[in-house]
């Protein structure tokens, strides 16, 4: 390799290593806080019967979460053992002449063969929801809902693979940098749109001020406080109970399609103090930043499995290429090859990407209880109360094992977020805010 190209690969794996870090670093209120939430195990619980459901569904979740990785690398293996994506090639070959259709034909097949291959896992996922009262959609929605996932996934993933193909004709020994851009550019599209084209698909949305003035007066309260711009009418609720019973809210896109979006389930069971509590956390996302640091991040991250998964795939070629009928790059079923590679990546690279996610949730968290103070009586109370209702609604287990939120854990546990809501109050001893100025 080239030498610029061995100082990129390493200033990406450095920054990627130390992502955790990029949020702003731990006063020293908020370092007690959580040496105190450390030791509480109090601050969330739930009654014998709901822990047992708990403890069951975490299990549950755990054996899906692992066992889903492993066979996403395993079924693939299957695939390339039984020659099944040269078979799709010729297929596809057979059927036309042109390219841009070989494509489109032969990522249907495959694309259809890996679900057709997953179906039991997602089968088995959505009936976990329905047996522990976590969702509500019937079969056939949920049935549909799938199709149009499959479709969305097939048509975007047909034209990046068309892409792809392309760069690798030209640049063979370097295809992982130059396909980078486009795939960069696909995700800044595909975050942009996805409020808009992609969410309403999905779930249906109403504006808040439409249904709720009330609620939005109050919330706005919390964005004056914040000081950021964040009109009513970005502010939106989803019909999520005619699908699920878990509470939650989000936010997401950029620019003009930058919305925040309350649930309806969170509406209806948590107080205005918790909405506004819940409501601080998300725009706290918006305030530092964390969705333009999720797109850097997503973008070293790729280079990275970019890098690693052509290399893979080269040895992979080289010592299997043959068993698998699949002697070149430049050829249809390299695809699945490459799939292997970057599913292994994924999986392991989980711990990297999860530690970051819980990184910007707890700032969140942190902006969130500063952004309240003054607007709700109790701040601490309110924060804690409004962690105990989320983790009940989702049956979250406060005995989780260690090492599994380690790996899986995109947030902070529940337990540790309403121990640290309970402890971190620096208006007590006269320090100042994080995020806020006195």
Same mark, same amino acid.
């Given at each position: 390799?080239?030498?610029?190209?061995?100082?990129?690969? +390493?200033?990406?794996?450095?920054?990627l290593?130390?992502?955790?870090?990029?949020?702003?670093?731990?006063?020293?209120?908020?370092?007690?806080?959580?040496y105190?939430?450390?030791?509480n195990?109090?601050?969330?619980?739930?009654?014998p019967?709901?822990?047992?459901?708990?403890?069951?569904?975490?299990?549950?979740?755990?054996?899906?979460?692992?066992?889903?990785?492993?066979?996403?690398?395993?079924?693939?293996?299957?695939?390339?053992?039984?020659?099944?994506?040269?078979?799709?090639?010729?297929?596809?070959?057979?059927?036309?002449?042109?390219?841009?259709?070989?494509?489109?034909?032969?990522?249907?097949?495959?694309? !259809?063969?890996?679900?057709?291959?997953?179906? &039991?896992?997602?089968?088995?996922?959505?009936?976990l !929801?329905?047996?522990?009262?976590?969702?509500?959609?019937?079969? &056939?929605?949920?049935?549909?809902d799938?199709?149009?996932?499959?479709?969305?996934?097939?048509?975007v993933?047909?034209?990046?693979?068309?892409?792809?193909?392309?760069?690798?004709?030209?640049?063979?020994?370097?295809?992982?940098?130059?396909?980078?851009?486009?795939?960069?550019?696909?995700?800044?599209? !595909?975050?942009?749109l996805?409020?808009?084209?992609?969410?309403?698909?999905?779930?249906?949305?109403?504006?808040?001020?439409?249904?709720?003035?009330?609620?939005?007066?109050?919330?706005?309260?919390?964005?004056?406080?914040?000081?950021?711009?964040?009109?009513?009418d970005?502010?939106?609720?989803?019909?999520?109970?005619?699908?699920?019973?878990?509470?939650?809210?989000?936010?997401?896109?950029?620019? &003009?399609?930058?919305?925040?979006?309350?649930?309806?389930?969170?509406?209806?069971?948590?107080?205005?103090?918790?909405?506004?509590?819940?409501?601080?956390?998300?725009?706290?996302?918006?305030?530092?930043?964390?969705?333009?640091?999720?797109? +850097?991040?997503?973008?070293?991250?790729?280079?990275?499995?970019?890098?690693?998964?052509?290399?893979?795939?080269?040895?992979?070629?080289?010592?299997?290429?043959?068993?698998?009928?699949?002697?070149?790059?430049?050829?249809?079923?390299?695809?699945?090859?490459?799939?292997?590679?970057?599913?292994?990546?994924?999986?392991?690279?989980?711990?990297?990407?999860?530690?970051?996610?819980?990184?910007?949730?707890?700032?969140?968290?942190?902006?969130?209880?500063?952004?309240?103070?003054?607007?709700?009586?109790?701040?601490?109370?309110?924060?804690?109360?409004?962690?105990?209702?989320?983790?009940?609604?989702?049956l979250?287990?406060?005995?989780?094992?260690?090492?599994?939120?380690?790996?899986?854990?995109?947030?902070?546990?529940?337990?540790?977020?309403?121990?640290?809501?309970?402890?971190?109050?620096?208006?007590?001893?006269?320090?100042?805010?994080?995020?806020?100025?006195?």
């Open positions: 390799m080239r030498l610029r190209t061995i100082f990129l690969l +390493v200033v990406a794996l450095a920054a290593l130390t992502a955790p870090h990029w949020v702003k670093g731990t006063t020293a209120t908020e370092a007690q806080a959580l105190e939430a450390a030791h195990t109090s601050a969330y619980t739930l009654s019967a709901k822990l047992k459901q708990a403890e069951g569904l975490f299990r549950m979740r755990t054996i899906l979460y692992f066992g889903g990785g492993a066979w996403s690398i395993l079924e693939l293996l299957f695939l390339l053992g039984l020659r099944v994506p040269p078979r799709l090639r010729d297929i596809a070959a057979r059927a036309t002449d042109n390219r841009l259709g070989q494509c489109f034909l032969f990522t249907l097949l495959l694309f !259809g063969a890996i679900a057709v291959l997953d179906a &039991p896992l997602y089968v088995y996922g959505h009936h !929801g329905l047996a522990y009262g976590l969702s509500v959609q019937h079969w &056939p929605s949920w049935w549909w799938q199709l149009k996932s499959f479709l969305l996934t097939w048509i993933g047909g034209m990046l693979v068309m892409v792809l193909f392309w760069v690798i004709r030209r640049s063979p020994g370097r295809w992982w940098m130059w396909f980078w851009v486009p795939a960069m550019v696909a995700v800044l599209f !595909g975050v942009f996805a409020p808009v084209l992609v969410d309403p698909l999905f779930n249906k949305f109403e504006p808040l001020q439409q249904s709720n003035p009330a609620l939005v007066a109050q919330l706005e309260r919390v964005v004056a406080r914040s000081g950021i711009s964040l009109p009513p970005r502010m939106f609720y989803m019909r999520a109970s005619s699908k699920v019973t878990g509470l939650n809210a989000y936010v997401t896109g950029f620019g &003009p399609s930058k919305r925040l979006v309350l649930w309806d389930t969170t509406i209806k069971e948590a107080t205005p103090d918790e909405l506004s509590s819940v409501f601080g956390h998300e725009l706290g996302h918006y305030a530092l930043h964390h969705i333009a640091l999720g797109l +850097v991040f997503t973008g070293l991250l790729l280079l990275v499995a970019f890098f690693v998964g052509q290399k893979l795939t080269e040895w992979a070629l080289r010592r299997y290429g043959s068993r698998w009928g699949i002697l070149s790059p430049n050829d249809w079923a390299f695809l699945a090859v490459l799939l292997l590679a970057l599913n292994t990546l994924s999986f392991f690279s989980a711990p990297i990407e999860n530690a970051f996610s819980r990184s910007i949730e707890h700032a969140a968290d942190v902006y969130g209880q500063e952004a309240i103070h003054g607007i709700v009586a109790d701040p601490q109370a309110v924060t804690q109360q409004a962690f105990q209702r989320l983790g009940e609604a989702s979250e287990d406060p005995r989780a094992h260690p090492f599994v939120e380690f790996w899986t854990g995109s947030h902070p546990s529940i337990e540790s977020r309403a121990a640290f809501a309970a402890a971190y109050n620096p208006w007590a001893t006269g320090e100042h805010p994080k995020y806020f100025s006195p």
